[in-house]
């Protein structure tokens, strides 16, 4: 089965500065999708930005970039010039092909971002 | 183009009842996914819906069960609540069965007292 940790629980940064959230995952497929997603206080659980795991290219959406190093199973985001509404919880999500057709997302249990002004 | 919703957004039920919860997709999306967050956690995947038919299954019992219709909307049914299954259940559509993005819906927030 595959895993995906989260090991920072909680983060925080400086209004216009950098951050970068951690993410491992475990797998034995070679074929397999990752994910960040973001979901504020309101819940509404947000996509971030995409990386497809046969791209050796680190995605990019604005100001949040991806570090997808496949070797090391390692995932990290990213966010520059960070903005009080990048304030919420960050997921780091996995999802390959789970059986009759289906692709499932695996989740981390989380880290919760704070942008202090 | 209209967004995935869902509802409601708030239910309380006691233990043993039944409960359905309802998801439009977004607008050309023929998947849809289920998931349930409990308080503290990340989703977990409860079941996926393609043409009208259950094609993938997470670690959740029978009694969770669900429909998709012809429109591509869905309904997520949970029969003798358990005191756990309080948490966030958000659905998510995609535009293809197969590795194509998910967006989630806001969630319907059930407790079960």
């Known amino acids: 089965a595959q895993t995906v940790t989260q090991s920072q629980p909680e983060m925080s940064v400086q209004e216009a500065e950098t951050v970068t959230l951690s993410c491992t995952y475990d797998?034995?497929?070679?074929?397999?999708?990752l994910f960040w997603y973001k979901q504020p206080p309101s819940r509404q659980m947000i996509l971030v930005i995409r990386q497809e795991a046969y791209k050796q290219q680190n995605a990019t959406e604005n100001r949040f970039s991806v570090n997808f190093q496949k070797a090391a199973k390692s995932f990290s985001l990213k966010i520059s010039d960070s903005q009080l509404g990048d304030t919420a919880m960050y997921f780091c999500a996995f999802m390959s092909y789970s059986g009759a057709g289906s692709y499932q997302l695996t989740f981390g249990k989380g880290t919760k971002l704070s942008v202090i002004p | 183009e209209t967004g995935v919703t869902q509802s409601p957004t708030h239910l309380i039920k006691t233990r043993g009842q039944q409960v359905t919860l309802r998801c439009s997709s977004q607008s050309g999306h023929n998947t849809v996914s289920w998931y349930q967050q409990a308080l503290g956690q990340g989703p977990q995947f409860i079941f996926q819906y393609y043409r009208e038919e259950e094609n993938g299954r997470g670690n959740f019992p029978p009694r969770f069960s669900g429909l998709q219709f012809p429109n591509y909307s869905s309904e997520l049914n949970v029969n003798a609540l358990e005191l756990d299954d309080s948490a966030l259940y958000l659905c998510a559509s995609s535009l293809v069965r197969g590795e194509g993005t998910q967006y989630f819906g806001p969630g319907t927030r059930l407790l079960v007292l």
């Open positions: 797998t034995s497929e070679n074929n397999y999708y």
